[in-house]
């Protein structure tokens, strides 16, 4: 018996650890001062950075948002794919898994 309240724990957590994380982004993407900085080549290659980060951080994000709904319907842990049990040390390494190892290679 998986539990799933713990791991509901542990995404809740990581969900707001995200959007602290998606928030500095935007603050340093949306400074107005880095458009004064002679070396622009340099700051839009920085930029760069950030945004690839940024879009992996919201994807994260809507795959958290996915397994809460899992939780709520009671069927995390479950392989959105086959249908079979998720490992737990999956799980453990991956709280929002939605695929079993199986189904994910
Ligand atoms: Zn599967």
Redesign the pocket.
């Known amino acids: 018996m998986t539990n799933v309240n713990l791991y509901r724990q542990k995404l809740v957590a990581r969900k707001q650890e995200l959007s602290e994380r998606l928030e500095q982004l935007e603050d340093v993407l949306d400074d107005p001062k880095s458009q004064d900085f002679s070396e622009h080549a340099v700051e839009s290659e920085f930029d760069e950075v950030y945004e690839s980060q940024g879009r992996a951080g919201l994807k994260e994000m809507a795959a958290i948002d996915a397994a809460l709904e899992r939780v709520e319907k009671g069927e995390f842990g479950i392989?959105a794919?086959?249908g079979?049990t998720i490992s737990k040390e999956r799980l453990d390494a991956v709280p929002y898994a939605a695929?079993?190892r199986?189904?994910m290679s």
Do not use: D, I, V, Y
Request: with cysteine.
């Open positions: 392989c794919s086959c079979n695929l079993c199986n189904c």
